[in-house]
């Protein structure tokens, strides 16, 4: 009995780790050296999670459009819907999706 009730702790903590790890996020995302001020030899896609800025691995900047177009990530940072999980400082995405910009106001 007290192998089941181990096993079954067990089953319930790696489960919620799981869920945990794929959880929605909506980041901010643009180029890292343009417009985080990150170093790097060149234009890369980074997000900011919670003030923190990450090079991103599992996408790449140009697989989102043109990035130095007015819209693009070197001229704009841009919000995007993420799942990944930060490992040795660099996000890991698993999931990336740019949204629509919202159009500004006029005043």
Same mark, same amino acid.
């Given at each position: 009995?007290?192998? *089941? *009730? @181990? #096993?079954?702790?067990?089953?319930? !903590? #790696?489960? @919620?780790? !799981?869920q945990e790890k794929k959880k929605i996020q909506i980041v901010e995302a643009s180029c890292g050296q343009c417009q985080f001020g990150m170093k790097a030899n060149g234009c890369d896609l980074a997000v900011r999670i919670d003030g923190k800025a990450y090079f991103v691995d599992g996408t790449a900047i140009d697989q989102h459009g043109d990035a130095h177009a007015e819209d693009g990530f070197c001229s704009a940072i841009r919000q995007a819907e993420v799942v990944g999980v930060v490992v040795d400082?660099?996000? $890991? !995405? @698993?999931?990336?999706?740019?949204? &629509? #910009? $919202? &159009?500004?106001?006029k005043k």
């Open positions: 009995m007290k192998k *089941i *009730i @181990t #096993l079954f702790c067990l089953f319930i !903590a #790696l489960t @919620t780790s !799981a400082n660099r996000f $890991v !995405a @698993t999931s990336f999706k740019l949204l &629509p #910009l $919202v &159009p500004k106001k």
